[in-house]
């Protein structure tokens, strides 16, 4: 909260326009007469949002920030994984190739970032989860620890899945990819994904409801040698009790199979250096799979007039393997040509089990005379990994040439043994959150979360065993001011926290106390043209401490500190019923304020571009074309430069880049057709990676021809 005050000025503006946008409204006539429009569109805009407060309250009450992207935007992008949609958000940045690669508010993420529905449980790692199954997706911005527990300060990416529905109706969809450009020519590698979707009521009476998704895909990547084959089957129940009582259960089956792929190296730490995007340094055959079979059921009830009882359930058996010939160092040398990059030789085979219940009651009461919202939770959680090293940390010999590498070489003869581990965790938290509206203005949220976690860890290999325990009491509290029925202002104040590892301690073998992470809040919102259009701003400083990092003797300590500051802006507005848009922009400073290391401080965060902008639109045409409707859609987004790590030895500046989509639409009540080209200027980028070893380039020219079929 130190920096120029010019840094407050968006929100100024931003309650500057929402006056003026409240003056002209009330000047419009409001009995117009409703015309149906050829080309109306759905819209990008959600009324209300869950993931928050865990209620479905106004926006415009919640002092926080959550940015929605929902089905409809997924479609008209054509985006397969919530990644693909990561570019048309304020201050998330994708960081890598994995489900937790990406940063929040310039903050890393870690897999309890992701949640489904409000739980942990991924059932993928190695890549970003499918929207095959998605009805939207919250990004909850700030620390959220008092209703999620263990979280990085940066945020959460919250999944909300599709839901068995009484009307019948059956969706399949189906289409074909290719990449046009240099390093991938038209028809060079092909692709193909088809999604079936059918819902309804199993019982003429409507208390049993079904839905079944089932989703495949079968990609060639620009990269060399790299391919995926993945399939995902969600079958899903709702059965309706009564009026007042809906269980709803399910399962999620996962199979994804690719190749492993590490990216580029650069020599010298000039990402000018590396190769071109298609070239790749592991073998031909290196793979990375993931399996996951996951159960889960969610419990509504109304226990009286006022107050409902919410109970969630979630449990994944997941197991993931790696075997490859992995980027490890690089060699560098005066000479380019003579620069090398050592292989590491890794064979692993993890395995995850996670078991997480959450029930809440929540529900209105009027105290001396003032409403309160309440909620009122508890949840706990079971988790067990076993991460087997097989082959683990012995070097491929020889070293490859980085400009010329030769690929091709053997298993090395001498084997390094791996390790063993299993850790077991167990979490218990308690939360309390109490929204009140004082007057019909003024509303004040206060949430408070007492949370217990208990780890027990085993090394077999070295035969090495620990345990620990560790505790936090975790506040949050905000403010909201409705200048209008369309406009509030707030402020909030939040924190987390997040254990450190099992694995380190301090001289004395003490467990460590966990990262703490604490947030200001200040913003406005605004929702205008009857809820079509919404504005938000909001400037944010965090900080996050008691990272555990090696001291001078290589003893850990309590040594670590970053900070981010910055703002957001977003908006989302239905201006008329053909044409819509959506933008954002967000400035981030984000940085290493303590360290042992001299190399890191004041160092920037890994990709935590400064700054970050995007715009889509879709415009309909209003004239029917042969019984159908004709739209065209234009999406830019932009990043400022980025860093691959925070230590000045070894970290890669990549440049800033904008890329470009556009897409084609022609749509009639019984099926659509749907032309999409990414990166259509063929603009040459990299966006995720560590370092100088591991570079991921992003996607060439991409096109898509899809056909979707309603029935």
């Known amino acids: ?18 006056f003026q946008t409240q003056a002209a409204e009330k000047e419009l006539d409001t009995d117009i007469e409703v015309i149906e429009v050829v080309g109306q569109q759905e819209s990008y805009v959600n009324r209300a949002v869950s993931s928050a407060t865990k209620s479905l309250l106004n926006p415009l009450d919640i002092p926080l920030t959550v940015n929605v992207i929902n089905d409809v935007f997924l479609r008209d992008l054509r985006a397969e994984t919530l990644a693909d949609a990561y570019g048309y958000t304020t201050g998330l940045s994708t960081s890598g190739i994995n489900a937790n690669g990406f940063t929040l508010r310039g903050l890393p993420a870690n897999l309890q970032s992701v949640q489904v529905n409000g739980l942990p449980g991924l059932a993928s790692r190695f890549g970003s989860p ?13 620390p959220a620890s008092v209703l999620y527990g263990q979280l990085e300060p940066g945020g959460l990416v919250n999944i909300i899945t599709k839901k068995p529905q009484e009307e019948q109706s059956l969706t399949v969809d189906w289409s074909v990819q290719t990449y046009e450009t240099d390093i991938s020519g038209f028809g060079d590698d092909p692709g193909t994904t088809a999604t079936l979707d059918a819902t309804g009521a199993l019982t003429a009476d409507g208390q049993w409801l079904y839905r079944f998704i089932v989703s495949g895909e079968s990609i060639n990547s620009f990269r060399d040698h790299v391919d995926y084959n993945n399939y995902y089957i969600f079958p899903t129940l709702t059965y309706r009790a009564s009026e007042q009582t809906e269980l709803t259960f399910g399962l999620e089956l996962l199979h994804e199979n690719g190749k492993a792929d590490d990216g580029l190296v ?78 590491r030789d890794r064979n692993q085979l993890n395995k995850r089990e996670y078991h997480f219940f959450d029930i809440n009651t929540r529900g209105s009461l009027e105290l001396a005379g003032i409403e309160h919202e309440l909620l009122i939770g508890v949840n706990s959680g079971y988790e067990k990994r076993d991460f087997e090293r097989i082959r683990f940390g012995a070097a491929v010999t020889p070293n490859i040439n980085i400009l010329n590498p030769v690929l ?106 966990p990262e703490q992470g604490q947030q200001v809040e200040l913003g406005v919102k605004a929702s205008f043209f009857d809820e079509r259009a919404k504005l938000s701003v909001a400037y944010f400083d965090i900080e996050k401490d008691n990272i555990v990092e090696r001291n001078d003797n290589r003893e850990f300590e309590l040594l670590g500190e970053l900070a981010s500051e910055g703002y957001e802006l977003e908006v989302i507005a239905l201006p008329i019923e053909n044409w819509q848009f959506k933008a954002g922009y967000a400035y981030v400073d984000a940085e290493v304020v303590a360290s042992p290391n001299a190399n890191v401080i004041g160092n920037t965060m890994s990709f935590a571009p400064k700054h970050d902008a995007y715009l889509w639109t879709r415009y309909n045409f209003t004239e029917e074309f042969y019984g159908g409707v004709v739209g065209l859609s234009l999406g830019i987004n932009y990043e400022s430069e980025r860093f691959t790590g925070t230590n000045s030895g070894s970290r890669v500046e990549l440049p800033s880049y904008t890329k470009a989509d556009i897409g084609a639409y022609f749509e009639t009540e019984q099926y659509a057709v749907a032309l999409n080209i990414e990166n259509f200027t063929d603009k040459e980028y990299y966006d995720g990676g560590r370092n100088d070893i591991r570079i991921y380039p992003g996607e060439p020219r991409k096109i898509t021809l899809s056909l979707t079929g309603y029935f």
């Open 408 to 513: 091709g070489q053997a298993v090395p003869s001498e084997v390094r043994s791996g390790t063993d581990r299993i850790t077991e965790l167990w979490n218990y938290g308690l939360y309390l959150q109490d929204v009140i509206y004082l007057t019909d203005q003024l509303i004040v949220l206060a949430g408070l979360r007492y949370d217990k976690q208990d780890v027990d860890f085993i090394e077999q290999t070295r035969d090495r065993e620990d345990d620990q325990s560790t505790d936090a009491w975790v506040p949050m509290a905000g403010v909201v001011y409705k200048l209008s029925d369309q406009t509030s202002v707030y402020a909030s104040y939040g924190e987390s926290f997040d254990p450190n590892s099992v694995e380190r301690s301090d001289v004395n073998d003490n467990a460590f106390d």
């Open 266 to 343: 650069a020599i010298n730490n000039d990402i000018n250096t590396v190769l071109p995007i298609n070239v790749r340094y592991q073998e031909q055959n290196d793979s990375d799979n993931d399996e996951a079979v996951v159960a889960f059921a969610t419990l509504n009830t109304s226990l009286t007039d006022d107050f409902d009882l919410f109970a969630n359930w979630r449990s994944v058996w997941h197991e993931d393997s790696r075997v490859l010939f992995e980027n490890n160092r690089v060699n560098d040398a005066d000479i380019l040509s003579e620069s090398t990059l050592r292989r």
């Open 130 to 142: 499918t929207t095959a199954n998605v009805e939207r997706i919250e990004i909850l911005k700030g």
């Open 1 to 18: 909260m130190n920096k120029a005050l010019w840094r407050l000025a968006p929100l100024s503006a931003a309650i500057i326009i929402a």
